[in-house]
Nanobody, 130 residues
C-alpha cells in the first residue's frame, strides 16, 4: 500500500511558475514509476508527465513539453513537478500517481494509465490567471 500526498498548488499569474511535490509513504518508493495527471473542470483526466523508478526515463504530454520538468528523490520518497511558463489552460486539479514497476511507454501513459495507475493522491489545485 502506498499513500500519496500532493502539495504546492495555488494561484499564479500566466507566465509564472509553481513546483508541485508528492510525498509517498512506505519503504518501497523506488520500486514504483510515478506520474502526474490533471483534470480540469468539465474535462477528462489527462496525462502530464511520468518518471521511471530510477529516474532515468521521463515522459511528457505534448502540451507541457519544454515547460514542465518531472523529477524524483528516492531518498526522500518524493516526486516533483516543476511547472514554468504556466498558461491559463494549465488550470486543473493535479494528481500524483504510482505504478508498480519500472514504468511503461508514453503511449500507455496517455492511454490506459490515465485511469490505470495503482495508487493515486487526492490532488492539489493549480489555478493560472490570464
Amino acid at each position: 500500500q502506498v499513500q500519496l500526498v500532493e502539495s504546492g498548488g495555488g494561484l499564479v499569474q500566466a507566465g509564472g511558475s509553481l513546483r508541485l511535490s508528492c510525498a509517498a509513504s512506505g519503504r518501497t518508493f523506488s520500486s514504483y514509476a510515478m506520474g502526474w495527471f490533471r483534470q480540469a473542470p468539465g474535462k477528462e483526466r489527462e496525462f502530464v508527465a511520468a518518471i521511471s523508478w530510477s529516474g532515468g526515463s521521463t515522459y511528457y504530454a505534448d502540451s507541457v513539453k519544454g515547460r514542465f520538468t518531472i523529477s524524483r528523490d528516492n531518498a526522500k520518497n518524493t516526486v516533483y513537478l516543476q511547472m514554468n511558463s504556466l498558461k491559463h489552460e494549465d488550470t486543473a486539479g493535479h494528481y500524483c500517481a504510482a505504478e508498480r514497476g519500472e514504468g511503461t511507454t508514453y503511449e500507455d501513459y496517455v492511454g490506459p494509465m490515465v485511469y490505470g495507475m495503482d495508487y493515486w493522491g487526492k490532488g492539489t489545485k493549480v489555478t493560472v490567471s490570464s
